[in-house]
């Protein structure tokens, strides 16, 4: 038996049955691709302050990688369709392997702030470009009605090696070991691909031109959707330095606690994901979408009433949820109003409208808790607001997509 035959036997129990075996190759390359990042990532702004840095300089720092990555998940679907989803993934991949081997030297020999956070960016910016080929490759593997199951697998494997990552990174006395760690895991990766996953994308290459890059937003309803994607994920991830400032500061729990909060949203994700994603075979994928701001939007709500360790953790059972019903829809919404030789181009313009709105987060949550400082609850009253009103856009993004696409209906 072949070495691809052996792997192909050895992964077939990791997703269900029915997927294309480099579905699941795919899922053991996301997952080492988040373990090895979240081994540095989660614990960067403590790393950012041992080298000097100020709390705001660290969040600007913190938000233009995001911004960074989130822009470079549209150039990331123009490459996929352009040079293919598994040449992206290995170009973007290699560019990695160099930048976080250089990472790792300034982090032992030359520990600066300044050549720390440009490197971060750069490997971020190629994540980005990783992230939406293999999203428009699992796109290309899946068919159109098991698309959100796909996604959602996908979720689990990047959550799994989150959760994983964050736990062995706090293990961790030196940064540099975990920056070492992830050096060898991203070049494991890139053996992978280059071994065991072939390509998905055979129809005729548009040639990428970096004009091109916004092109997708000539897609009115694409473009309605991603702006609405860029509140929602404005919302949806104040469960991420926003909800840490507040719990710890003002409800007063411990990091501790904190961490344990964190790890009960992964280990929920884990367990209940896929489960979820099969819900979008009996709903409309804009109706998982808006239901998701509108549970995330009333935890949040809740939050403002959450004096204690256990209303927080409903409070996390809820944000997950709805984190848990947006994540593959989203993405199979974008996949399915797309032409099929532009997939990678619509899936990297919504992420971009998402990531960029995650990006946003700290700093609006930041400065409604500056705004707030007497009464900083009352931030978790403006948060739900926006995504009242992220929902009702995303009701009125259905009716129209299902307006212009009847064919569709069932599923937009």
Avoid at 197 to 222: C, K, N, P, Q, Y
């Amino acid at each position: 038996m072949s070495a691809k035959g052996r792997v192909g036997n050895l992964l077939d129990g990791l997703v269900p049955r029915g997927f294309d075996v480099r579905l699941r190759t795919l899922t053991i390359v996301l997952f080492l691709n988040e373990f090895g990042r979240s081994l540095v990532i989660v614990f960067l702004p403590l790393y950012y302050l041992a080298l000097g840095a100020s709390p705001f300089v660290i969040g600007l720092a913190i938000t233009i990688s995001a911004g960074t990555s989130a822009l470079f998940q549209v150039i990331g679907g123009m490459l996929s369709d352009s040079w293919g989803r598994r040449r992206s993934m290995l170009l973007s991949t290699l560019g990695r392997v160099v930048t976080i081997a250089i990472l790792s030297v300034f982090a032992t020999v030359v520990p600066a702030f300044i050549a720390i956070f440009v490197l971060i960016t750069v490997s971020e910016a190629l994540n980005g470009i990783f992230y939406t080929s293999a999203s428009a490759m699992i796109s290309d593997l899946v068919e159109a009605k098991r698309r959100v199951e796909g996604f959602g697998i996908y979720r689990v494997a990047t959550n799994f090696g989150f959760t994983l990552g964050s736990l062995f990174g706090g293990l961790l006395a030196v940064y540099a070991l975990g920056m070492y760690a992830w050096t060898f895991l991203v070049v494991l990766n890139l053996v992978i691909l280059i071994l065991f996953v072939g390509e998905t994308h055979a129809r005729e290459r548009i040639v990428f031109r970096l004009g091109h890059v916004i092109s997708a937003s000539r897609d009115r309803l694409l473009l309605t959707f991603s702006l609405a994607s860029v509140g929602a994920g404005l919302v949806a991830n104040q469960m991420g330095p926003t909800f840490a400032l507040y719990t710890t500061q003002s409800i007063g729990i411990s990091k501790q606690d904190l961490g344990y909060l964190y790890f009960l949203n992964g280990v929920l994700v884990i367990m209940f994901q896929y489960g979820f994603s099969r819900l979008a075979l009996r709903h409309r994928l804009i109706s998982l979408i808006a239901i998701s701001v509108v549970v995330q939007s009333a935890s949040y709500l809740l939050l403002s009433f959450s004096p204690n360790l256990l209303l927080l953790q409903v409070v996390i059972v809820g944000l997950t949820i709805g984190e848990m019903l947006q994540a593959p829809s989203g993405t199979a919404f974008a996949t399915a109003i797309a032409p099929d030789e532009r997939r990678g181009e619509y899936i990297g313009f919504y992420s971009w409208g998402w990531n960029s709105g995650q990006a946003l987060s700290p700093i609006v949550g930041g400065l409604l808790l500056s705004l707030f400082a007497g009464s900083q609850y009352l931030t978790w009253y403006v948060i739900p607001m926006i995504g009242a009103v992220c929902a009702v856009a995303y009701v009125m993004i259905g009716i129209k997509a299902r307006a212009l696409k009847p064919a569709l209906a069932n599923v937009l």
